[in-house]
């Protein structure tokens, strides 16, 4: 999977990837993460690539040239590779849309500043714009990195243990069961018997009964 990023940080977005999971599967080149400096693409020597907006109105507004010279460098992207803007106007981010961007072989992500961009780029390279959440960030790159790593751990190979992914938030429609590891005894507080019984169905039966019951008290939106 090769992500390319559309940013004016690219090493904040790369500094972030390169650790961790993310880090290791980009290592064992499952994940390529292809930063893109917009500001390179400015229209004039000194580097702008934001105006003030027509209309009148506070802040600035990124121009269409630079994003568009950026987007326009990837050399390898094809007709039908999903552009996805990450912007507080876009669909909200969840599990399920994840795993459908799993199947895709390049995606390009781009991050918005200031007030955001020039209308005319978004309705020309633009397929996707989705949402982390209902909040205002400084930017996009911190949606770009939640897609990067919710998409790539879904991805074969980057996980130690694939099976895990099945036992997670989300993965069956409900909350995951609480945990527990040693030592048995914390503050006295004890680790459910059940766990330690090595009775497989009971352990299942337990967790099941957990994630449905924590599902109601935290989530019950999901239900």
């Known amino acids: 999977m090769i992500f390319h990023v559309l940013t ?22 499952l994940v390529t993460v292809n930063c893109v400096d917009i500001r390179a693409h400015a229209v004039n020597k000194y580097g702008q690539v934001d105006d003030a907006p027509y209309g009148g109105g506070a802040g600035m507004v990124m121009m269409a040239p630079p994003v568009y010279g950026a987007f326009s460098s990837i050399k390898t992207i094809k007709q039908n590779t999903r552009v996805i803007y990450l912007s507080p106007q876009g669909k909200p981010f969840n599990q399920n849309m994840a795993r459908k961007l799993a199947n895709e072989s390049e995606l390009v992500l781009l991050c918005g500043h200031y007030e955001g961009l020039d209308e005319r780029v978004i309705e020309e390279i633009v397929t996707d714009e989705i949402s982390i959440g209902d909040y205002i960030l400084t930017g996009g790159e911190l949606g770009a990195l939640v897609i990067i790593d919710a998409v790539s751990r879904l991805l074969p190979g980057v996980l130690g243990k694939e099976e895990s992914l099945l036992d997670e938030s989300f993965s069956s429609g409900l909350l995951e069961y609480p945990q527990y590891t040693r030592p048995r005894v914390f503050r006295g507080r004890e680790a459910p018997e059940v766990l330690l019984s090595g009775h497989h169905g009971k352990v299942e039966e337990w967790r099941r009964a957990q994630s449905v019951e924590r599902t109601r008290r935290k989530r019950p939106d999901l239900i």
């Open 8 to 29: 004016l940080f690219p090493q904040m977005v790369s500094d972030a990837a390169n650790t961790s999971v993310i880090g290791r599967a980009i290592k064992n080149g």
